[in-house]
């Protein structure tokens, strides 16, 4: 039998069930990895006391007989997605002392199907980052390079789960938050479609962007943690259902490839020859693949950096140092405030919350916030009128492998740049999935699918093709 | 965009920060704008959504109590650094 932490979540489920090992068995054998190797990574920020007493009861559950998707699973949760009556910071120390007065939607999911939440994963500061180097707790190492990141902003759940810490992980994506961090570590990483997960308990970054999506070591393994996340809520009411967008065509195994925006400046050479590769493999499963044109694409990132600091400065407003969080002392109400936000925020956080309050400041609406909504609309209408030709878009998740530590933290537009593959699926809301697609050395490199809204299954299809995961 | 203009955005924004930052950020905002400025380049006459394409839209809930009155006030209050007596303590506004 496979060591236990190299288990996937199939695996681990099957062995479950057959008695073959117990919830308990399998959580320590992830903290015991933890302990030894965590030390160097720095993925988690906290290992829930709970966790023990809750692989306990799966296995009082499994003793029963009950059978449920993720029973007696060890999965970690990034720290922007709220545990009742654990702490969660969003990586900040402005929320450094909290604790959640509340279950998000998706930890209540993952609960009543059973999983064993061990611990909260670090991130990038309100998840503003692609490298986990912007936390207030420090960076999160690539646990397949130390000198590397891991990606980001959810860097932690992805090191965590590529470094055998938690067979799962939970991470949050507003413009690659999760794509870009499994792409880094090796894993298969899903941002679903917009709506398609609730928000509710999810700390804001970007509320017309963030999507709470699985870490996995298979797509198999993510089908099944998208299952028990998905659906309707009636705690956020931009959720959708099954039945919100119809299937409009038959799966015809059709890849498009924006072939001029994947000439964008900045892609290495070896995540060029790796995506030939990458074609050669899917038109040798029977794929047909095409060139498409998709002119306004390539400006989904500068869209990206209007709309989403602009959203960030609303939804960071409520960190004012008086219902919850970090207060600092000023001589009067309002000078609190200003000592509040200005030690309590960390330096990328005040940058995109000056930033939003420009881009939404009288005088610069309309050129900036207001431009950006158009594009946004025509960069949508682009993305969903090319679905009814093809069922899928192929691309790199990322424009290079894992970068080093420190080599971007000093401009900010260069640390942009690494979403550019990313964003335009947050942009547009449709789904995106990626999965490992080969090495530079040994740091691997992510392939990217999007699909039309509401087409996660497509997704999963070529996604299983691609790795030889039987359906 | 000069370091007086970062500050009063700061100063919007209710953020205190150093001159020194402020002098950075511009210098930062000069070359981010510069990358977003090129969407200004793109034609306005962008076709908007047609609302069917977004068919999710104006989801209420019914306006009565979700819950009994107070059940989750000791729970909220705990989170804020200031209470007394059921309610968040802050500074004097009116002097």
Known sequence: ?471 | MDKEKVQKLAQLARIKISDIEAENLSREFASILGYVKDIGSVSKDTRSVSPESFPVRNIMRDDEPSHEAGFYADRLLSAAPHQEGGYIKVKKILQ
């Not at chain 1, 089908?223 to 959708?240: F, M, P, Q, W």
């Not at chain 1, 030939?276 to 693949?289: C, D, I, M, T």
């Not at chain 1, 919850?324 to 002392?329: D, P």
């Not at chain 1, 933290?409 to 550019?420: E, G, V």
């Open chain 1, 1 to 471: 039998m496979k060591e236990l932490i190299k288990l996937n979540l199939k695996e681990a489920r099957e062995g479950l069930r057959l008695g073959r090992f117990t919830s308990r068995e399998l959580v320590e054998a992830h903290l015991n990895r933890i302990k030894e190797k965590d030390g160097e990574v720095g993925a988690f920020l906290e290992i829930f006391e709970s966790a023990l007493a809750s692989a306990d009861e799966a296995d009082r559950m499994i003793k029963e007989g009950r059978d449920l998707p993720l029973l007696g699973v060890p999965i970690a949760i990034k720290d922007n997605i709220l545990y009742r009556g654990h702490a969660s910071s969003a990586s900040s120390k402005i929320l450094e002392n909290y604790v959640s007065s509340y279950d998000s939607t998706a930890v209540t999911r993952m609960r009543e199907a059973g999983a064993v939440i061990i611990g909260r994963t670090n991130c990038d500061e309100f998840a503003m980052g692609s490298s986990t180097e912007n936390s207030a707790f420090g960076p999160t190492r690539n646990p397949l390079d130390l000198e590397r990141v891991p990606g980001g902003s959810s860097g932690g759940s992805a090191a965590a789960v590529s470094g055998d810490m938690c067979i799962a992980s939970l991470g949050s994506d507003t413009g690659g938050s999760i794509r870009q961090p499994a792409a880094f570590c090796g894993t298969v990483g899903l941002k679903p479609t917009y709506g398609r997960v609730s928000r509710h308990g999810l700390i804001a970054l970007a509320s017309s962007l963030d999507q709470i999506g699985p870490f996995t070591k298979t797509v198999s393994d993510s089908e099944s943690i998208y299952n028990v996340l998905k659906g309707r809520d009636a705690l956020d009411s931009t959720t959708i259902s099954d039945e919100t967008y119809p299937r409009k065509r038959d799966f015809k195994k059709r890849i498009g490839i924006p072939r001029s925006f994947l000439e964008s400046e900045g892609i290495s050479e070896s995540v060029k020859s790796n995506f030939k590769q990458v074609e050669e493999k899917f038109r040798a499963l029977g794929y047909e693949l095409v060139d498409i044109e998709l002119p306004n694409i390539k400006h989904s990132l500068a869209v990206y950096y209007i709309v989403m600091p602009a959203e960030a400065s609303s939804n960071l407003a409520r960190f004012d140092g008086v219902r919850f969080g970090f207060h600092l002392e000023g001589g009067d109400g309002i000078e609190d405030y200003f000592e509040t936000k200005g030690s309590g925020f960390g330096q990328e956080v005040r940058r995109r919350v000056i930033l939003g309050t420009y881009v939404l400041s009288s005088g610069y609406y309309d050129e900036y916030y207001g431009q950006g909504l158009r594009l946004r609309d025509a960069i949508t209408q682009e993305l969903r009128g090319i679905f009814e030709q093809v069922d899928l878009i192929l691309t790199p998740t990322t424009p290079t492998c894992a970068f080093r530590l420190g080599e971007k933290t000093k401009d900010p537009l260069s640390m942009y740049l690494a979403d550019i593959f990313t964003v335009p699926a947050n942009i547009a809301g449709v789904p995106a999935l990626s999965i490992p697609s080969g090495f530079e050395g040994i740091l691997p490199l992510g392939l990217q699918l999007m699909a039309d809204l509401g087409r996660e299954d497509d997704l999963f299809t070529a996604g299983k093709d691609f790795l030889g995961e039987s359906i």
